[in-house]
């Protein structure tokens, strides 16, 4: 099956700056890799997702880049604001027809004011 | 709000004891799942119901029991569990997959935080 490993799995930055996420996995079949961000006391919600067709996606402050060849896709957020602090998950799906998401690990990221 | 409803927020429960947990989306998908979320480990993947049918059990052990009456409803009916099956169980809904070869995103709801005690 799939294995999606995610780094870093804690990330401070400063209000303003940029953070940036990173993801691997393993079944090279794998087509869609959704990010969610997971605030406190409630479940994941989706804020970006990017197909294979694509190399990158974005989403104003937000940004999803995909290398199928070396298997890992990033996360980007620029100008990090306090409401930016949560707990990120990246998921990978994936052969055609299949129903699994795998997810990482998540990264616990704190925006300091 | 996602649209993915689930009861109870919280659920305290002996290791004797029955309870079950209800998920229910009014979004029109056809696919729902069950994810178990604890500390430092990636999201597991429990069950999937694709049109009302089980189409994946990730080897779950059969102290856990879903049923999914329909497309809008799914449960999670939970006997004899084991103080480490403490966790926050997700309930997740999306379109059918790959219709048309576009895989479809999934909604989650906001959890049961359950502890056995």
């Known amino acids: 099956g799939e294995n999606v490993e995610q780094h870093p799995s804690t990330l401070s930055v400063q209000e303003g700056d940029s953070a940036v996420i990173k993801c691997t996995y393993s079944?090279?079949?794998?087509?869609?890799f959704p990010w969610y961000k997971q605030e406190l006391g409630k479940g994941p919600q989706l804020i970006i997702d990017?197909?294979?067709?694509?190399g990158e996606k974005k989403d104003q402050r937000i940004a999803v880049t995909l290398n199928k060849t070396a298997k890992h896709f990033s996360l980007h957020i620029t100008e990090t604001q306090p409401e930016d602090s949560a707990v990120y998950f990246c998921?990978?799906?994936?052969?055609?027809?299949?129903?699994?998401?795998?997810f990482g690990t998540g990264t616990r990221l704190t925006v300091i004011p | 709000e996602t649209g993915v409803t689930q009861t109870p927020r919280h659920l305290v429960m002996g290791m004797t004891n029955k309870k079950s947990l209800k998920c229910e989306q009014h979004?029109?998908?056809?696919?729902m799942y069950w994810y178990k979320q604890s500390a430092k480990k990636p999201l597991e993947l429990m069950f999937v119901?694709?049109?009302?049918?089980?189409?994946e059990n990730n080897s779950v052990p059969s102290r856990f029991s879903p049923e999914c009456p329909n497309s809008s409803h799914l449960f999670l009916h939970l006997h004899t569990l084991q103080p480490e099956d403490s966790a926050l169980y997700l309930c997740?809904?999306?379109?059918?997959?790959?219709?048309?070869?576009?895989?479809?995103?999934?909604?989650f709801g906001q959890g049961t935080r359950l502890t056995v005690v």
């Open positions: 998921a990978a799906r994936g052969q055609t027809g299949a129903n699994n998401l795998f």
């Open positions: 979004l029109g998908h056809n696919a």
């Open positions: 119901y694709n049109f009302k049918e089980q189409t």
């Open positions: 990017i197909r294979s067709n694509v």
């Open positions: 997740a809904s999306s379109q059918d997959q790959w219709v048309g070869g576009i895989p479809a995103e999934a909604f």
């Open positions: 079944d090279s079949a794998s087509n869609y």
